[in-house]
């Protein structure tokens, strides 16, 4: 009689422990699926901010006059480096000093017979997220 026990509780121990291997592989897989899900949504709110800035650029070259000195009063906190425009933003998007940055816009200006051309590229720690190229008649100069 005890050994018939004793082989039920060996069966009854082997199915808890198969059971809890079968929930522990599910959790990681679940676990990895979130986290992947985070850092996408991440990237994608990165890319939406990018656009936005990239699109704040190209409509601010109508009103300037294709110097970066001009383009300085709609993005304040710019820095204006011969014909390049950089912005610097942080974690949340918001400007900041180059020493807090996150994320750069910079904004490279050339005119020809009135064409001011602006090539926009936003990024992250070296990494392009997003370029515009964006072009605006000013008339002959």
Not at 1 to 11: A, E
Not at 43 to 65: C, H, P, Y
Not at 83 to 89: C, E
Not at 116 to 128: G, K
Request: with cysteine.
């Amino acid at each position: 009689m005890k050994r018939r026990i004793q082989r039920r509780s060996n069966i009854f121990l082997m199915e808890i422990i198969i059971s809890i291997l079968f929930f522990s592989i599910a959790s990681a897989v679940c676990i990895q699926l979130f986290a992947k899900a985070k850092l996408q949504s991440d990237n994608t709110a990165a890319l939406n901010q990018a656009v936005l800035a990239a699109s704040s650029a190209a409509e601010a070259l109508e009103v300037s006059d294709g110097t970066p000195e001009s383009l300085i009063s709609c993005f304040p906190g710019g820095e204006a480096y011969g014909r390049t425009l950089r912005v610097y933003y942080d974690q949340s998007w918001n400007p900041c000093p180059s020493s807090l940055s996150s994320f750069q816009m910079e904004v490279l200006l050339s005119s020809d017979r009135g064409m001011i051309t602006a090539a926009i590229t936003v990024t992250s720690a070296d990494e392009v997220i997003y370029t515009l190229q964006a072009e605006h008649y000013k008339g002959d100069d």
